[in-house]
């Protein structure tokens, strides 16, 4: 893929807030990253909202940072990830923009063409260039292909250039503290796309589920199908351990709020109210454990984590469990601190301040006071959690100065259904979790709601990529979930429909084989996209 | 609850098919049975449409059947469950009419309420008749009502009269043969809806599952996901067995057809053919099979059982597997041949008579050939379901003729979501199993299309009973179920608005807890019921 023509390169230096490095803003003011208000500076910054400070590095501003505990290299890979994938999709819209302005040219076809396998790595449905003299191009249509085409054309990139790592290294990460099986549950929303692979820095593969919904607010009866199918596999075949081990299974939900913009770009399920969202998100995690306990004998349990998130900065903020597994809203870790607190420090040093940051939040008092410590395979894997992260504030602290730009919803397309793996990046997705609108409705109705300020208001359709995975070994099951595909499809048409009539609501379809690495299969229209020159 | 004004009770004796022992075709022409024409009688009988012979006792005319091995005295219980339950439904319409003629006279809501009080066991709702005198009586909404109140009211008496049965000895039953779990899935054809109790004469709570889907076709993944709960509970908590006290797994499909009017009368789901009928259930129980097979090492699989109903008759035509469990559509037993080849034997004879039925099936060679006997825990469930239902043939042949008179779709409600343990009874309800009607629909439609026909078409509305169970150990769980049945009503209203909105179709809301046992909650809809003075 060519990114000659982009504007906004990344230059490699720490750039202020004002600044996009992967050319965010130049995308005909679509995606813009908004300004800052000065009046919601957080408190303590010096408040001149072309420069705000690094929050991560106040203390020492200026030079760049370097935390002993930090992985550079990951950083740049990541960087490089993130910048190839976005630019991509950010590409569409000025290649659009051209390609508009030649539309009455003689060789219109085959320059429209030139420019999109020149800039998009693809060519444009043929079809749609030849109709443009009748009544002008169909934009709309085209862009939506165009996002279409550009996911599906990374996705295959992201296969390639990062091959599904050896699921026993993911496997032992938490088996190391004691746990068999972990399952996140996000918000719904974009900026937490990245919660896995960037913010948390989990290996691959390591987690089994990270469904997402609206305000983290996942659904208690499905999780316990899922606890009961990893409990089986203990019980019947030994994987990934014996049932006898003594290991746990642990559910995580992650609620997150916006440091910069506390009452505008929190959480949307939740009115940016960050005291509600953290709340929900612990009620359902009671409920969860408790619904375990009620149901099965003989002793059955999980534990439960609770984890914040800053999406201006990644940064977390980690409830640390007491030594009976409950949490308290009040008991918790400020990464950001953490990090600001060690960044000086040589490893074994900021190593030390991690662990005793731990001890510091089980001695909480008053509102936040527990019962002890939690047990030492929770402790560990809080350390990790903590020492992955402080990477990541650095990722954001050396790349963007501590606070990404777009601190608001700048996603690039509404992912429904199962979700893809391949894209664990923060702004680029929405995604809902979901089997049926019927059930979804609330996680899409919020989804539409931030597409309509992005891309309909613009013009533009909102694009929406419906993707469910099959299981091969399961007979029938791949047809059964590319009817579950048209089901939704018609579903989310009939329930938007004042959008999709105008062609302000573009699905397309895909299916994916449940086992790491399948390749992400189309799902036809009744063979109108084969007859398009799919990619 | 009073019967006397019930026209055409019970008389004992065996009747013709055009009389009706239990009020049948009395209600306003509505749900009277359909006369069967001359032409389709069955070959080989006299087709005299008035007085068609008895099917199962055709050999030896006049006098009244008495096998060796059925159970008369569960007969006349089961009979005297039927008449009183569908008599109270039947009652309906009558008690409406009457006091349709009375609502301009000066005492009508005292008279109206004594006649509802005397004949239907409650009260009508007062309001309904208070405002009666601005507009006339509103007959959809009084009918609707009416059905919804008698509906609660019979699952309360057969709560009552027929109190959970020891599980112990349902769990016994099936274990006997080898099997720790039954899964049946028969269609939510309404003359299907007595299958486990009468057809199959099971006890109450052996069938773990009889989730009812158009034409049999069930959800192969959901049941993926049943089986996983079973071999869970085995496994971790020894229940009913432990894992390796050897016994399986049994899923069985349940087609049908009618043997009068096959081309008209069949499964409408499967366009009244039989063999694609039969050969869907086969093909959904192979799948399953694989599924299981494939997902699951250590030599996983389960058993299937193929059983056809003529629901003119209640006979079962049982697909006998061969010793791989292979199941062939040729390979089969009628059972009333059996019947008619062993009413006149002694016990033992009889008995003989049905293992030797099972040989000769095994020997069946041309398309139906096998490969050997099935094993001997089958062979035994085989033979106590052949048995059993020897029993229901006897029943229908000493109360009807040996042919239901109702040999169409005579259903009174559509039951939607989990539907009721309380209610097994042929043509009373049609059941559709559903968790959402995004896919639920195909089935929620031919049910709507049965009831535009009995209903709509007299322009009485068709009765919707949404009822979930929850499970009260799991915290939320009622709530979200009671949300559940909110969003489910809203989605019907939604799809059926023609029928909807001018009060031609009518939901009621119930929930109850999954524990045995159980009583059935009415969700409240914003507190117009409780004004409304529900029962």
Not at 56 to 73: E, I, K, Q, W, Y
Request: aromatic residues 6%.
């Amino acid at each position: 893929m060519n990114t000659r023509n982009r504007p906004g390169r990344h230059t490699g230096a720490q750039s202020g807030a004002s600044r996009s490095p992967y050319g965010l803003g130049t995308a005909a003011g679509l995606l813009q990253a908004r300004p800052r208000p000065a009046a919601l500076a957080p408190q303590g910054l010096a408040s001149d909202p072309g420069v705000a400070l690094n929050p991560a590095c106040s203390t020492d501003a200026g030079r760049p940072c370097r935390h002993p505990l930090t992985n550079a290299v990951e950083n740049q890979r990541l960087l490089a990830h993130e910048l190839a994938v976005k630019g991509s999709f950010d590409a569409i819209v000025p290649v659009l923009k051209r390609i508009a302005g030649l539309q009455h040219e003689v060789d219109f076809t085959e320059r429209a063409q030139a420019i999109a396998r020149e800039d998009l790595g693809f060519e444009l449905p043929a079809q749609i260039l030849a109709d443009a003299w009748v009544a002008g191009l169909d934009m709309r249509t085209l862009y939506g292909e165009c996002v279409m085409r550009t996911l599906r054309l990374m996705a295959k990139q992201a296969q390639l250039s990062n091959p599904q790592q050896d699921t026993d290294e993911a496997v032992a990460f938490f088996l190391d503290s004691g746990y068999h099986a972990v399952d996140i549950s996000p918000c719904s929303d974009g900026r937490l796309k990245g919660l896995v692979r960037y913010i948390l820095r989990l290996p691959d593969g390591a987690v089994r589920s990270k469904k997402s919904y609206a305000g983290a607010m996942f659904d208690v009866d499905a999780n316990v199908k899922r606890w009961i199918e990893t409990e089986l596999m203990r019980y019947r075949e030994g994987r990934p351990v014996t049932a006898d081990a003594g290991t746990r299974y642990l559910k995580v939900a992650v609620y997150h709020w916006s440091s910069s913009e506390p009452t505008h770009e929190g959480c949307a399920a939740h009115g940016s109210n960050v005291t509600a969202a953290a709340e929900a998100g612990l009620n359902r995690l009671i409920e969860f454990r408790r619904a375990i306990e009620n149901s099965f004998c003989c002793g059955a349990s999980v534990d439960t984590l609770l984890i914040g998130v800053d999406t201006d900065t990644d940064a977390i903020k980690l409830h640390v469990p007491d030594a009976a597994g409950e949490t308290n809203l009040y008991r918790f870790i400020d990464n950001i601190e953490l990090y600001r607190a060690s960044v000086n420090d040589d490893a074994s040093s900021a190593r030390l301040k991690v662990y005793r940051a731990i001890q510091a939040a089980s001695a909480t008092t008053g509102w936040g006071a527990g019962n002890g410590e939690p047990h030492e395979g929770m402790r560990r894997l809080i350390a990790s959690l903590l020492i992955n992260n402080l990477s990541q504030i650095e990722y954001v602290c050396g790349n963007w100065g501590g606070r990404y730009p777009d601190i608001g919803h700048a996603e690039r397309f509404i992912s429904v259904g199962d979700g893809f793996e391949e894209f664990q990046l923060r702004n680029l997705v929405y995604f809902a979790h979901l089997h049926t609108v019927e059930e979804g409705a609330p996680d899409m109705d919020v989804g539409i709601k931030i597409f309509s300020n992005l891309n309909v208001r613009h013009g533009l359709p909102v694009p929406v990529a419906i993707h469910f995975r099959y299981d091969s070994r399961v007979p029938g099951c791949r047809e059964r979930t590319v009817e579950r595909c048209r089901r939704v499809r018609a579903a989310i048409e009939t329930r938007y429909g004042e959008l999709s009539r105008p062609g302000l609501l573009v699905c397309a379809m895909t299916v994916q084989d449940k086992r790491p690495g399948s390749s992400i299969e189309s799902v036809e229209e009744s063979g109108a996209s084969a007859a398009r020159g799919e990619p």
